[in-house]
């Protein structure tokens, strides 16, 4: 059971445009969500995060949004960067008092020049 | 931040051996964990590692298959046991610096090819 879903393995988008990626979860009892990039060769680094009570936070050009009611999140990135490609992962984390993240499968990002 | 070292980097090993990934964080953390990353999979949490005690396994993976160790604040083993080609990962060892941040750092990762 996924119980985090990224259903687009790659997306593409020209330099100074929005990216979107999208994360959909079954886990009711999640209750921080959390996105990471991953370069090749090197582990995940934290991007951002949104607490399940909030529906967005931002930060600088990344902003998550969180619908709590359709199990959705997503990422924007505006204006996109060449340096913004990678594998962007989303997590969620297994309730209060936890520090286990579930992870979906990763999103690949290009972000063309 | 702390920084996270994994040694090795990368292994090719042979079917029924076994390997020993080191983890090591600059500064003290309250909790270590250690991830798998198969091909084309998303990151599967493996056991927490729990200091100077018996880790703590996620359903679906046995001490026997993966020990570890994590004799102080700073340092974890993770060893790769009787090895098949299906053990053929990405390992990635993480922590958190303190009490109460969900920001978990991750380690580079240690390429894993089972021959």
């Known amino acids: 059971d996924q119980q985090v879903k990224q259903n687009s393995p790659s997306l593409s988008v020209q330099e100074g445009r929005i990216s979107i990626l999208n994360c959909d979860y079954t886990n009711s009892m999640f209750d921080y969500f959390l996105w990471y990039k991953k370069y090749p060769a090197e582990g995940p680094t934290f991007l951002i995060s949104?607490?399940?009570?909030?529906d967005k936070n931002e930060d600088g050009r990344f902003t998550v949004f969180l619908n709590k009611s359709a199990k959705h999140l997503s990422l924007h990135i505006v204006p996109s960067q060449p340096g913004d490609s990678a594998v962007y992962f989303c997590a969620g984390r297994r309730g209060a008092g936890s520090y286990q993240l579930t992870f979906g499968k990763g999103t690949k990002l290009s972000v063309i020049p | 931040s702390a920084v996270i070292s994994q040694k090795p980097s990368r292994d090719i090993c042979q079917r029924g051996t076994s390997l020993t990934i080191q983890c090591q964080v600059d500064s003290q953390v309250t909790m270590m964990f250690w991830y798998r990353q198969q091909p084309g999979q998303s990151l599967t949490l493996i056991a927490t590692a729990n200091q100077g005690s018996e880790a703590t396994y996620e359903s679906g993976f046995v001490i026997d298959k993966f020990p570890i160790s994590r004799p102080n604040l700073t340092f974890s083993t993770l060893t790769v046991s009787n090895m098949s080609p299906e053990d053929s990962s990405i390992y990635l060892c993480?922590?958190?610096?303190?009490?109460?941040?969900?920001?978990?750092?991750f380690g580079p990762g240690t390429r894993l090819t089972v021959l």
């Open positions: 993480s922590g958190f610096p303190r009490q109460g941040t969900s920001e978990q750092f």
């Open positions: 949104i607490s399940s009570i909030k």
